[in-house]
């Protein structure tokens, strides 16, 4: 890893990065001095490589914080469009480095790197890039053609009530990172960076991760229950497999490895939540509260034994969320969940607080549309949730050394 | 709901918390389990003595997370003001032992805590409680007599541009600590605690705290300066004394030991900032970006020499931030600063980024008040920030043991 930076520094440096740095005027280190000895170790176990088969970000360990931007395109160039994709992947490239963006002592110039993280490690920052529909209408980019068949407009479900700043987006920039400050720059110097070619639509700051390892205990969601013990673990591969990667036949091979990204902001109405009896807690969600076990057994990991009844009722209620959301209830149907809590002021009486839901699968028509679908319909946490924003993506597979993401759709260099 | 809940507080009181929640009815371990073994030695490491001399949350290190909560009291009664009082300090108790607030285990009642951090550490949780001016208005509580004097109303400032909903309040909650989960679950469950008598007036979630001990490094702000250089370290005895604990002869006896707090929710134009050059933002906030130096010197640390003129001309300029705050223009006044930066979504094509400004001092009039009134007047940075929020609350000396936060003032047991 030392060496492949080493490398970098000096490419960086042939291609005007190192030398635009310069020297500091005030006795600071030079920021390339941030590379050098016990630091780079560090640091080394802090990256997680931007460059690979699939994109960073997906069957990641989830990080602890997210910043999650939306952009649209202003332009209805390709080559536009092409731009921006590079220059967003060049600057992931550099963030999960812990490099800066571009150069920080720039005199009589603006900086190119805002500076809020200089000194802060690289924290296991993720970007993942992703195109939404609108990007393949007809007559927009000419790529109406491309558009893989997975990548539909979500249907409306029951209960919406969307609201448009806060749902869709052309582009999708997913960053994570395990420290707040290292997720926020990102989203703050990306947003510059694809400007004037693409312009913020919404952005959603989150923590409180739900798991995706083993490596990790399961949290607790802000309705005070275990999330993600069921989830798709991403040391799983041939689940990823199954159910994550866009593959053949469904999908065109310029997005083969990567994925389809569903995102879902709900709202949490946490005063009749918190009112509710445990009891109902527990049989909305179908696993005890404390321990995290599903109904009727002792353990979170416990197999959910869908046909257990008691006194001729099902132990686990019929419109309890595990059921609804379960496999056995979806065609044997499984999604990779990263999603995050979020905190936003208040709202009748209690914080607004809520989920942003995201989600990865190989094709929304046979996974997150027929799950959530049957959710909509029936789920007991409907009384104590809202839908309020709602996106999809896809997500192209991961950029190799010299490449972008979404090269593999647009071409060059 | 309340007379179940001051009932229980008081059974917790004298029997013991462990004893009020009762065995688990799923196999999960007992929440007393928590406080056994090893885990129970980490977790005094991140407890913070909520009883002490002065509150807890003032000088305190500052830790990495915060939420601050404004409620406003419903009622007139000041026995109501009283049994808030008794209610938060109990629960900030619990919270401080990484305890929960009441009972998880409640079967066909709703559970007391909502259980999210079932299982977390206590972070170095704080909360610290203080009044506004209003509860000492005339004819309300029957307390306008014992109005300490440095509680004025803050006059208006050159450029604000205040939102009622977002300033003000009659109670004060600010919650810190190192884990944002912790955090919030200590806002939502005071805030359900606090009700019916008091109700949320606003709540902002923050991060990136400033830095006020010597043990920590000077963190960066979200326009990239490290923020907290000079600040007044928890470790000088001697100033907290001079300049932060309400004393005689401008405080009544009541507050004694405690501290005056104003908090200003100032958000930050991060588009003009961002595309100013490098020469002028340092010469904005009259430091260098990158090690923090002032102008003209070499070492983070090294003294801000306001006399330093090079070409005619001063080094730091006449309307630098750290010119105009600096006590040598102030007569020798200082604040003891805990701010956190925050971050709501988008604002005219960038972040919607902010810093909330909280500092605690001895008395606002001679100190918060007319160093703002400079800053308001001539600072460089008016240019990019907007200051859009305000409160002032009178925070009373900690709680002793059976003893609650404000008792000094309202008596009582």
């Known amino acids: 890893?030392?060496?492949?930076?080493?490398?970098?520094?000096?490419?960086?440096?042939?291609?005007?990065?190192?030398?635009?740095?310069?020297?500091?005027?005030?006795?600071?280190?030079?920021?390339?001095?941030?590379?050098?000895?016990?630091?780079?170790?560090?640091?080394?176990?802090?990256?997680?490589?931007?460059?690979?088969?699939?994109?960073?970000?997906?069957?990641?360990?989830?990080?602890?914080?997210?910043?999650?931007?939306?952009?649209?395109?202003?332009?209805?160039?390709?080559?536009?469009?092409?731009?921006?994709?590079?220059?967003?992947?060049?600057?992931?490239?550099?963030?999960?480095?812990?490099?800066?963006?571009?150069?920080?002592?720039?005199?009589?110039?603006?900086?190119?790197?805002?500076?809020?993280?200089?000194?802060?490690?690289?924290?296991?920052?993720?970007?993942?890039?992703?195109?939404?529909?609108?990007?393949?209408?007809?007559?927009?980019?000419?790529?109406?053609?491309?558009?893989?068949?997975?990548?539909?407009?979500?249907?409306?479900?029951?209960?919406?009530?969307?609201?448009?700043?806060?749902?869709?987006?052309?582009?999708?920039?997913?960053?994570?990172?395990?420290?707040?400050?290292?997720?926020?720059?990102?989203?703050?110097?990306?947003?510059?960076?694809?400007?004037?070619?693409?312009?913020?639509?919404?952005?959603?700051?989150?923590?409180g991760r739900i798991s995706n390892s083993r490596s990790q205990t399961t949290p607790r969601n802000l309705i005070g229950f275990k999330d993600g013990t069921d989830n798709i673990m991403v040391e799983d591969h041939r689940e990823l497999e199954r159910f994550v990667w866009a593959g053949a036949p469904e999908s065109p091979a310029w997005i083969h490895g990567g994925s389809y990204l569903v995102a879902r902001r709900i709202e949490l109405l946490l005063t009749p939540w918190d009112d509710s009896p445990l009891d109902q807690q527990q049989d909305a969600i179908g696993r005890y509260k404390l321990s995290g076990a599903p109904l009727g057994e002792r353990h979170e990991h416990d197999p959910v034994d869908l046909r257990a009844r008691a006194g001729g009722e099902p132990v686990i209620p019929s419109d309890a969320h595990i059921r609804l959301a379960s496999p056995g209830y979806n065609h044997g149907q499984r999604i990779l969940r990263r999603g995050y809590s979020y905190v936003d002021g208040l709202a009748q009486g209690s914080a607004a607080a809520g989920l942003l839901f995201l989600c990865y699968q190989r094709d929304p028509r046979a996974q997150f549309i027929p799950i959530q679908r049957r959710l909509a319909s029936g789920d007991a946490l409907n009384a104590f949730v809202q839908h309020v924003g709602s996106a999809i993506f896809a997500c192209p597979p991961g950029a190799h050394p010299g490449g972008y993401v979404g090269q593999t759709l647009l071409g060059g260099g």
């Open 1 to 207: 890893m030392g060496s492949t930076r080493r490398k970098f520094l000096s490419a960086a440096g042939a291609a005007g990065l190192g030398a635009a740095l310069g020297a500091p005027a005030d006795g600071a280190p030079a920021d390339g001095a941030l590379a050098d000895g016990a630091l780079a170790a560090e640091r080394d176990a802090e990256q997680i490589e931007f460059f690979g088969a699939h994109q960073a970000g997906i069957a990641t360990p989830t990080q602890q914080y997210l910043q999650f931007l939306a952009l649209d395109l202003v332009s209805d160039a390709v080559e536009d469009l092409r731009a921006v994709l590079q220059q967003l992947s060049a600057a992931a490239r550099l963030l999960a480095r812990g490099e800066p963006v571009g150069p920080l002592q720039t005199g009589a110039l603006p900086p190119v790197d805002t500076g809020e993280t200089v000194g802060l490690r690289p924290a296991r920052v993720t970007i993942t890039i992703g195109l939404g529909p609108r990007v393949f209408a007809r007559g927009r980019f000419g790529l109406a053609h491309r558009r893989p068949a997975p990548l539909v407009e979500l249907p409306s479900f029951a209960g919406d009530a969307l609201k448009s700043g806060i749902s869709g987006g052309d582009l999708c920039v997913q960053v994570c990172a395990d420290d707040p400050q290292v997720a926020f720059h990102a989203a703050h110097d990306l947003i510059r960076l694809a400007a004037p070619a693409a312009l913020p639509r919404w952005l959603l700051a989150g923590f």
